[in-house]
């Protein structure tokens, strides 16, 4: 009888600490989305056509960016410390340059050495150590340097990543896509790798992760923001995903129902028979940028945050040479946006019949534009263009 006692209380206490460790295996990948509050919908099919984006622009500027270091196209900019960090992934450069474009350091080198990464896929600013964050999806690690480009440490992650954003509360959370381990799209660690979180489940049957054009976690500007592949429902990223945004372009707009049926938004796509949101957006404290593809067109809008009014890119010639100009938007210096220009872009645009509109109805901004980009070649590194976008009041 004490035998079998003993035997009973063995059983229990095994099975008490499997439900212990049930219980916090799925605490760890409860999802924290948080339905506070309805997102604000901006509904595009109510946009004005009157309204032209020149009106809207304040305050522009070209800044050329002195080195000899090789940028193919420019990514992503942070100006922090009055000091503009840029990105181009193509040749995987992090480069520091002055307020007036001159070089001061590159962060870290190419490279299979100590701290060295194969490839850059993104960066933050810790600014409260002021450290780099440099996140390389091969090595699948990311990397700590100083401001100044020293290395300080190497944290290898045992997940995939394709993009990361920093928290206020010091969390890192990570486009991870779907792996057999997790299959979860974020997940969530501290500044030392350990996961706190797995967030957003993928269906059982989903086969692609991403597009690259569409869905992906971001901070160009002051927020964070994810989006699922294929939607027009943006989270804002903190301690939880908050609905933020709700992009509608009209009947024609990908139905959030249908997000995970992707060979047909391949299919519908291709044949220009939808519209939905692209993976680039960026806001400062008044106005949200982003872009979209409605039917067979790539076009781009801002929201007015305060107002809630917005503009977007619309089909006539006279307008378009400015938003082309002003493809994206990958960063912000205070209230400013900043985008990049480099030499295709502006050899297709400066001899378009738009540019000779743009002439025609804006003289002082096309020569200012024309006087600042004298001279420039494919042998040049990208422009950084910085500019207000201000609500007419």
Not at 94 to 100: D, K, T
Not at 336 to 362: H, V
């Amino acid at each position: 009888m004490k035998t079998t006692s003993r035997y009973l209380n063995k059983i229990i206490a095994i099975n008490s600490l499997l439900l212990i460790l049930f219980v916090s295996s799925c605490k760890k990948e409860q999802t924290l989305i948080k339905h506070a509050t309805d997102p604000t919908k901006i509904n595009l099919t109510e946009s004005s056509k009157k309204d032209e984006l020149v009106d809207y622009i304040k305050n522009f500027k070209i800044l050329k960016l002195f080195t000899n270091i090789k940028l193919a196209n420019i990514d992503k900019v942070k100006f922090f410390n009055n000091m503009y960090y840029v990105l181009d992934k193509k040749t995987s450069n992090l480069v520091v340059f002055n307020e007036a474009g001159v070089f001061i350091n590159k962060i870290g080198e190419r490279g299979r050495g100590p701290g060295e990464y194969i490839k850059i896929t993104d960066f933050e600013i810790d600014s409260k150590r002021n450290q780099i964050l440099l996140l390389s999806e091969p090595n699948r690690a990311f990397f700590k340097y100083s401001l100044k480009g020293d290395f300080i440490k190497r944290i290898s992650l045992d997940f995939f990543v394709h993009g990361f954003v920093l928290t206020k509360n010091d969390n890192l959370v990570f486009m991870s896509g779907r792996s057999s381990k997790t299959k979860m799209t974020l997940t969530r660690t501290d500044l030392n790798g350990k996961v706190i979180q797995y967030d957003v489940p993928f269906p059982e049957d989903i086969k692609i992760k991403s597009f690259g054009y569409t869905g992906g976690i971001h901070k160009q500007g002051i927020s964070n923001y994810f989006t699922e592949a294929t939607s027009s429902l943006v989270y804002e990223v903190e301690d939880y995903l908050t609905p933020k945004y709700q992009f509608n372009f009209g009947e024609d707009t990908w139905k959030e129902e249908d997000r995970y049926n992707l060979d047909k938004f391949v299919k519908e796509r291709k044949q220009h028979n939808i519209s939905h949101l692209i993976n680039f957006y960026c806001d400062n404290n008044e106005v949200l940028a982003f872009r979209f593809k409605k039917g067979k067109y790539y076009r781009k809008g801002y929201y007015f945050k305060n107002s809630h009014k917005f503009i977007a890119s619309p089909y006539n010639l006279k307008d378009s040479f400015l938003y082309s100009l002003l493809s994206h938007e990958i960063g912000i210096k205070t209230e400013s946006f900043i985008s990049a220009l480099n030499y295709p872009l502006y050899e297709f645009l400066i001899n378009s019949k738009e540019a000779q509109l743009f002439k025609d109805s804006n003289p002082e901004f096309y020569q200012y534009i024309n006087d600042n980009l004298k001279g420039f070649s494919e042998n040049d590194n990208p422009y950084l263009l910085i500019y207000e976008v201000k609500d007419i009041k």
